[in-house]
């Protein structure tokens, strides 16, 4: 796993990349979140869709929704980038919806407007 450590308006968002996939279940999530959040005391993650098991979108998995408990309750935000126009779930739809209008998890399509909304939130 690599870490990169932005400064962006003067906040620490920790640009995560790797080979494979780095969020398979809830406790790599976490392992995630906790190492970006020692390793550079960065509480925002921007991560590339790619990293993400696909189990994470399949919503009856429950997978999505312990991922996002465990950065909330950590006080993590993380911004996912990707094409995530193949989805068609209209559940999967509605939350991806909710999630953006909120202040912790989105998902956006470029890495810039992963950026700009992690930097939005205060």
Request: aromatic residues 10%; proline residues 1%; glycine residues 6%.
């Amino acid at each position: 796993m690599n870490i990169e450590l932005l400064n962006e308006q003067g906040m620490a968002i920790a640009a995560v990349s790797g080979e494979g996939k780095l969020i398979t279940d809830a406790q790599s999530a976490l392992d995630l979140a906790m190492t970006v959040k020692y390793e550079t005391g960065a509480q925002r993650i921007l991560l590339d869709k790619r990293a993400v098991c696909e189990e994470f979108f399949i919503l009856s998995s429950g997978l999505a929704g312990e991922v996002l408990q465990k950065f909330i309750n950590y006080q993590m935000k993380m911004a996912i980038y990707g094409d995530f126009s193949r989805y068609t779930s209209k559940p999967l739809r509605d939350f991806i919806y909710e999630s953006n209008c909120g202040k912790d998890f989105f998902f956006v399509e470029t890495k810039e407007e992963a950026l700009q909304k992690l930097r939005e939130q205060s």
